[in-house]
């Protein structure tokens, strides 16, 4: 035990220096601002009540819960079909199947935004096919689309992932079952597969919902600078403007809203076979 504690040690130090000193210098800062004099400081909560008392803030907070909402819900219904398919196919093909939606995962993502920046401008790849058929340019790059389509690019694979996670985990002899009861494949998918696979669901939204709710390079790059969400605007605060003060507080509401968020899905993520037990 003794032996365990000392291997604890440097973790222990790890996690202090780089993930609770950090969170108590964002509270500071969010709960300060500076006083007349330079050297004082005083606590006060103007900070939270510029952000909510500015309607440009508003409307990037709406805007950017909005964009996380479209991306997550278009990241499940691509997702659920297609880990439905890979976790339905035989055992060789679930391996390339999943190689091939985990390939992309191994490039940064910086690097994959990039790539789609070449693909969506003017004279990009897609453009330049629609010019043989003397359509465009179409105006895709700098739009809320871009935008969008590069949050569901990067993101779709843990959606797949984890719902694939649960219909592998599933017990199959429930749908032998509901065979022998005489359902069809609907009534077994609906009854049986859908509901034992809403753990993997709620775990793939939560994957999805909180990165997409605070990117910043992805419509930095994408939008072009003019499609601002509540990530930009933390990252104007610090590097930009200077303003570490209102950075902090902006990043301490979005830490509520994901903790709201991901309690949300904790009470709605409960075991189909515990509920059936009870």
């Known amino acids: 035990m003794k032996q365990f504690r000392k291997m604890f040690y440097p973790y222990l130090v790890w996690i202090s220096i780089m993930i609770i000193l950090p969170m108590l210098l964002i509270v500071f800062y969010a709960f300060t601002q500076k006083g007349n004099d330079v050297t004082t400081i005083r606590f006060t909560l103007d900070n939270f009540k510029y952000f909510f008392s500015d309607k440009i803030f508003s409307d990037v907070l709406k805007r950017s819960l909005l964009v996380a909402l479209s991306t997550t819900v278009i990241c499940l219904i691509i997702g ?11 055992p060789k093909s679930k391996a390339w199947l999943i190689l091939l939606i985990t390939f992309p995962t191994w490039i940064n993502m ?15 790849i897609i453009n330049n096919f629609l010019a043989l058929f003397g359509i465009g340019p179409i105006k895709m790059l700098h739009t809320s689309f871009a935008v969008i389509l590069g949050m569901v690019y990067n993101f779709v694979p843990f959606m797949i ?50 990165p997409a709710v605070s990117s910043f390079f992805i419509p930095k790059l994408l939008g072009g600078g003019q499609y601002m969400l509540i990530g930009n605007v933390i990252e104007s605060q610090f590097l930009t403007i200077g303003n570490w003060n209102l950075g902090s507080a902006i990043s301490m509401i979005m830490a509520v809203i994901i903790m709201i968020s991901m309690y949300i899905t904790k009470k709605v993520d409960k075991d189909p076979a515990l509920k059936s037990n009870n």
């Open 110 to 124: 910086l690097v994959r935004t990039y790539a789609w920046m070449g693909i969506l401008q003017d004279n990009g």
């Open 80 to 90: 659920y079909p297609t880990a439905y398919i890979i976790a339905k196919s035989k």
């Open 161 to 210: 992932l984890q719902i694939y996670s649960s219909l592998t985990k599933m017990d199959k002899s429930l749908l032998e079952a509901s065979s022998d009861l005489g359902a069809n494949r609907i009534q077994s998918f609906l009854r049986v597969t859908l509901p034992l696979s809403l753990p993997g669901v709620i775990s793939g939204i939560t994957l999805v919902f909180l």
